[in-house]
């Protein structure tokens, strides 16, 4: 008997079309913004790649997180039992089936006719995710194949204390800053996700007949470690990409929808697709440099720079006698000596002077241990008082800096000196990095974000999830319901202004109250956290003939600390 | 300077926040944490560095876990050890 599985997960969706038990024809297309025209899409192919004709297919079982999406099925089936089906099918002795899927992982424990006995599904958290591996594999600039075979020559394993897949990455940047090799990087990247995987599986007892499907069991790093953690072999079937497919094209359909005639419409994909392979990216803020006007180097007595290595932006600022000079803003890279040494000549670029005319260079910032030229680094907390002083003057007493990875809420005194702060660096909620996956996603410019999320008439309820991972996918749920870009970019905005005011009460918010790092930039942001303390930020003095960025606070605050630190140094 | 190590998520809030500039490194509170959450360290106070209590940097993300026992029992030994009052603590699960 013919029938048909499709899989509409929350990256691809796949088709099979499945004769006697074997796969007849498959195909497999990007989710994208609209789960609906993609299903239609992938079965349109699979049907035409199979040569039965639209006649001949009755039976459409789907199956997958967004399962009710594929309109044209005639019956749906859980995962759970999806995976327990195809896991039996496919390796008859097998008595477990675990299944990661690109944002969630599923692990079941079957009878030899595939009927579930129990499972356990992590849905909450995308730690063991698909997602979790993709995001690494960003931040170590290679592609999934070169990562599997690389963490196979790892010499040593080293621990990641990351579980959310925003800091795994950072934590991955941090290992590249230290130096440590791609091999153990890559090694380590595995070990946490098998983890999560194996403490899953652990819980339904693990036997000696495990399957795992979904994409990830291509990744033959993956495979060696789960097996390691584990202590036993596990199989993996030819395309584990399509085995949930197949199981729900094996599966009696439970929930029988009414019959319909199976009439698929032609999809023309257009280039603006969000589906389409090269992709604009909405993230992507403008990097720039400028050097202030009408001052001159030459009659300087002491020439100060401050280098600030975020985990997403690098910034670099040269004082001339504690007045801030010249000054570069750009992307940081997964080098950070290089970020650090490309950001000051960039900041440099013109001026006539050189890195040798500077006595004194402090690091701050996330990378700034790796800061070679520089004499010393300073915590970005302290460099963040000191330039937010700079930059507003003595009156400005609570600081928020809202940077790529954390939130820093900071109370200064009258001249720049910390008498309280906190950092929350645990949870990518509420940071810059959150902004940009929205961003991303919503295909909304950064910059422009803000001005979007401003345009509802009232807010709506915040976002639920406070997980950026989650977060998008909540986006996605909005949009779906007919929500406009708007709406969620005011929701997601909400939520975020709503952490940062939680942060900020804890060190008591005083007025002179002022933002620093790239979301000061964000107008939803700014207004939202107004409305929230109940009065204005204080406004930049303008007694300056330029504009002053105060995503540059913490490059000022080093420079004035070198400055210091060089005067000390002379005196003694 | 008052420092607050810690951190709030989903299940409630949980900091230790300790005075930089109170602490005279008497290292009583090192001596009663039963889990060893604080520990010495360096603070940098205007342009110069000191040696103070601080939290330590892997138990920073857990104190959620780490710190249960004593506000279970009530007895937050650091704060109690500070003859300076410089430690306060938080720990509220929601």
Redesign the interface.
């Known amino acids: 008997m013919i029938s048909t599985g499709i899989d509409v997960g929350a990256r691809n969706v796949k088709a099979v079309i499945v004769d006697d038990g074997k796969i007849l024809a498959k195909s497999m297309v990007a989710t994208g913004f609209d789960p609906a025209l993609s299903a239609s899409e992938a079965l349109r192919k699979v049907i035409e790649q199979s040569g039965v004709g639209e006649n001949g297919i009755q039976h459409i079982i789907a199956t997958g997180v967004n399962a009710e999406m594929a309109s044209h099925a005639t019956g749906r089936v859980s995962m759970v039992r999806a995976i327990a089906k195809a896991g039996t099918h496919l390796f008859p002795k097998a008595r477990t089936v675990i299944d990661v899927g690109a944002e969630d992982a599923r692990a079941v424990k079957c009878d030899d006719k595939g009927n579930v006995a129990d499972f356990v599904a992590n849905d909450r958290c995308a730690a063991g995710a698909g997602a979790f591996i993709e995001s690494m594999t960003r931040a170590l600039e290679l592609n999934l194949e070169e990562m599997g075979a690389l963490s196979l020559k790892a010499d040593k394993a080293i621990p990641m ?1 990351a579980q959310c897949v925003i800091f795994g990455e950072s934590e991955v940047v941090t290992l590249i800053h230290q130096r440590t090799p791609k091999e153990n990087i890559a090694r380590a990247v595995y070990d946490a996700m098998s983890d999560r995987i194996s403490s899953m599986v652990r819980r339904l007892g693990v036997n000696h007949d495990v399957v795992l499907i979904g994409g990830v069991a291509r990744d033959i790093g993956l495979i060696s470690s789960l097996k390691k953690n584990l202590g036993i072999d596990i199989f993996i079937p030819e395309e584990p990409e399509f085995a949930s497919a197949l199981g729900a094209a094996l599966s009696p359909s439970l929930e029988h929808l009414e019959d319909r005639v199976i009439t698929l419409p032609k999809v023309e994909l257009s280039d603006g697709d969000n589906r389409a392979g090269a992709k604009k990216e909405y993230w992507r803020w403008p990097e720039y440099r400028k050097t202030v006007e009408g001052m001159d180097s030459t009659k300087a007595r002491v020439i100060s720079a401050g280098i600030d290595v975020g985990s997403v932006g690098s910034k670099a600022a040269v004082m001339l006698d504690g007045e801030l000079y010249t000054w570069a803003i750009m992307r940081t890279g997964s080098n950070s000596p290089d970020s650090a040494r490309k950001i000051l000549d960039w900041a440099l670029e013109g001026t006539g002077l050189t890195e040798k005319d500077i006595q004194y260079i402090v690091g701050t910032g996330y990378g700034r241990v790796n800061v070679p030229m520089a004499k010393k680094a ?2 970005e907390i ?1 460099c963040h008082g000191r330039g937010a002083s700079y930059i507003w003057g003595p009156a400005a007493r609570t600081v928020l800096d809202v940077g790529g990875q954390d939130i820093k809420a900071i109370r200064i005194d009258e001249k720049g ?6 950092m ?4 990518a909620a509420g940071t810059g990095r959150g902004m940009e996956v929205i961003a991303d996603l919503l295909a909304v410019p950064i910059q422009e974000v803000g001005e979007h999320s401003l345009k509802v008439e009232k807010d709506p309820p915040p976002v639920s999830s ?1 997980c950026v991972v989650f977060a998008k996918s909540e986006a996605v749920s909005l949009l779906r319901r007919g929500w406009t870009k708007e709406m969620v970019l005011a929701s997601y905005c909400n939520a975020m202004s709503q952490r940062m005011f ?2 900020l009460n ?2 008591g918010i005083e007025k002179e109250f002022v933002i620093t790092g790239g979301q000061s930039k964000n107008i939803g942001i700014v207004k939202r956290i107004e409305r929230l303390i109940g009065f204005n930020c204080y406004p930049l003095p303008n007694s300056r003939n330029y504009a002053m960025d105060p995503q540059l606070a913490g490059a000022i605050g080093a420079a004035l ?1 070198s400055k ?2 060089y005067e ?1 140094e002379l005196g003694k | 300077m008052i420092i607050h190590y810690g951190y709030e998520d989903g299940s409630g809030k949980y900091y230790v926040s300790i005075d930089a500039e109170k602490c005279d490194m008497c290292k009583a509170c090192i001596e009663q944490c039963p889990q060893k959450v604080i520990t010495a360290g360096m603070v940098m106070i205007d342009i110069e560095d000191k040696q103070v209590a601080v939290v330590d940097e892997s138990q920073r993300k857990k104190l959620n876990y780490a710190c249960a026992p004593c506000h279970q029992q009530k007895n937050v030994r650091c704060v109690c050890a500070c003859e300076k009052g410089a430690i306060a603590a938080t720990w509220a699960r929601k």
């Open positions: 204390n300073i915590t302290a000196k910390i008498t309280s702060f906190l929350n660096d645990k949870c406070t939680e942060l804890k060190v600390f210091a630190l000390k």
